[in-house]
């Protein structure tokens, strides 16, 4: 049932018969066009609350936020994997009873973007993709990570293992994203301290404490996998990049998003998290491109 402007907690059931969560606010009038929101490493569907609250395309876009299959309201210890997340949001489409949607993905939501859009590219009518991963531009730990992928996939095996026999979390707090993003300007962004909250939002140890450890290994093995060759995305597609060097060289990014047959790249002044750092920018970025998309004659969506 249609509620318009009313931001509602929904479920759906994927394949396997895993219910996995997710947030709407619909359009005040149907058919509307859709924008599913993808959050990023051991996070869940809150990153986006700040921008379904404020932005403009509220009212005549369907504004879809959801959880990851293993993440926030969606939690499984099993699946947590690209193939699976692909096929889950086929699922929540097919739930929706739609054909396509716009994909907006921070960082693993980027990386889950871009693999359903080569998978299903006729469903994903065009991408917005915040600080994209490619395995070819990264630096520091996701470095490592993908140096050592073998040695990795070995621990997340041993641990899901230990899961399997009983020995694992029994309560795991939900995180409030958008409440730590606004601590974070309050705290951090304002007395200029930007250093301080890039070690706490890079915290290994503070993502483990909302988020189990197998589950984490499985985000990450999931972002150091290689992406389809941009050229391959004939879709409209924004990249809205950060200029903070973090997990990946800004530089040989930009490249490969230049690559995009249909790509518009904007540079945001922040570190790997513009959606906190920079959010009202950001949110105009957003907005200005889905204007221009829906006033094409290809982005009215039917039912």
């Not at 917005?128 to 070819?136: A, G, T």
């Amino acid at each position: 049932m249609r509620t318009p402007g009313m931001d509602t907690a929904q479920t759906y059931r994927a394949a396997d018969g895993t219910t996995l969560g997710y947030r709407i606010a619909r359009a005040a009038r149907s058919p509307a066009p859709l924008l599913v929101m993808i959050h990023g490493v051991a996070s869940n569907l809150t990153r986006w609350s700040e921008f379904v609250e404020h932005t403009k395309l509220r009212g005549n876009w369907d504004l879809l936020r959801l959880d990851l299959r293993g993440h926030g309201d969606s939690f499984t210890r099993s699946g947590l994997q690209i193939a699976s997340w692909i096929d889950d949001l086929g699922a929540l489409l097919d739930h929706e009873q739609r054909s396509s949607a716009v994909f907006a993905g921070h960082s693993l939501g980027a990386q889950v973007a871009v693999q359903f859009a080569a998978r299903h590219p006729s469903r994903a009518r065009a991408l917005i993709l915040i600080d994209p991963v490619f395995r070819q531009a990264l630096r520091g730990g996701l470095r490592l990570a993908a140096a050592c992928a073998p040695f990795v996939r070995t621990v997340a095996a041993a641990v899901r293992g230990l899961n399997a026999i009983g020995i694992r979390r029994r309560h795991i707090p939900q995180r409030d994203l958008h409440a730590l993003d606004e601590r974070a300007r309050q705290q951090w962004l304002s007395a200029n301290r930007s250093r301080e909250m890039v070690a706490h939002y890079g915290s290994l140890l503070e993502d483990l404490r909302y988020f189990p450890l197998a589950s984490y290994l499985a985000d990450v093995l999931a972002m150091i996998e290689p992406l389809p060759a941009p050229e391959s995305l004939a879709m409209p597609t924004l990249a809205l990049l950060s200029s903070g060097i973090t997990y990946t060289e800004p530089r040989p990014t930009r490249e490969l998003l230049s690559r995009l047959p249909h790509g518009r790249i904007v540079t945001v002044d922040a570190y790997h998290w513009p959606l906190t750092e920079r959010p009202d920018e950001v949110r105009a970025a957003i907005e200005s491109w889905c204007v221009e998309l829906a006033a094409q004659p290809s982005s009215r969506t039917t039912r």
